[in-house]
């Protein structure tokens, strides 16, 4: 079983349309992360997130709004959207530094664009 | 920044048979090392990790990869392959910087076995 919960599994939404994607964890990792990936593609990092703070923002769209409302949850705000849009969102988090440090990941939110 | 390469964007090989899956990085300092599979529409799951010490690192589902600094690689290996196997492998490479870890990715392998 997954510890990082995203939700909602799918969403559909219209190109003016405002949604929300949301994911927690509960393994006290203090940096969260926004990967968008397409089909047979790496994930590509959007947002990072560390102590709460923003660290990390890799050039994306202002269509693309993150939150990290607490060290538990983190939120991406989706707001008038491009059907190159349409992707699997992936939330992870990790611990911040340190020897161990890898990535767990959700089941990931997959989004379409109409 | 890291780069990792991932030889063979696919590869194919017949239950039973050895999987042999090919990583390498760019860097000049020790690397911390990953491996991730991911199965249709899930997300990625580590199947194993270098971070220091012994240089063959055991993972879940018999999987088990090789650390060597001289060749700068990270390969994936599974004495038998089973029909579970088949997915999408990601190797990856964690750099810690000062605005926290980052991860690079290489462009993945998707694994089939033939019965």
């Known amino acids: 079983d997954t510890e990082v919960t995203q939700t909602p599994k799918h969403l559909v939404m219209g190109m003016t349309n405002k949604k929300s994607l949301k994911c927690e964890q509960h393994m006290g990792h203090r940096a969260m992360y926004w990967y968008k990936q397409k089909a047979k593609k790496p994930p590509e990092l959007m947002f990072v997130y560390s102590y709460e703070k923003l660290s990390i923002n890799e050039s994306v769209p202002s269509r693309f709004s993150p939150e990290c409302p607490n060290s538990s949850l983190l939120n991406l705000h989706l707001h008038a959207l491009q059907p190159e849009d349409s992707a699997l969102y992936l939330c992870a988090s990790s611990q911040v530094g340190g020897r161990v440090g890898e990535l767990f990941f959700g089941e990931g939110s997959r989004l379409t664009v109409l | 920044a890291q780069s990792v390469t991932q030889l063979g964007s696919h590869v194919s090989v017949s239950e039973g048979a050895l999987v042999l899956l090919r990583c390498n990085y760019s860097?000049?300092?020790?690397?911390?090392l990953f491996w991730y599979v991911q199965y249709p529409n899930q997300g990625l799951q580590l199947l194993l990790k270098y971070t220091t010490g012994a240089t063959l690192v055991k993972g879940i589902n018999g999987f088990e990869a090789e650390f060597k600094k001289s060749e700068t690689s990270f390969h994936l290996t599974k004495p038998s392959a089973h029909m579970s196997d088949a997915a999408e492998y990601f190797c990856a490479v964690r750099e810690l910087q000062n605005t926290g870890n980052q991860f690079y990715f290489g462009t993945g392998t998707s694994l089939t076995v033939i019965p």
């Open positions: 860097s000049s300092v020790p690397p911390y």
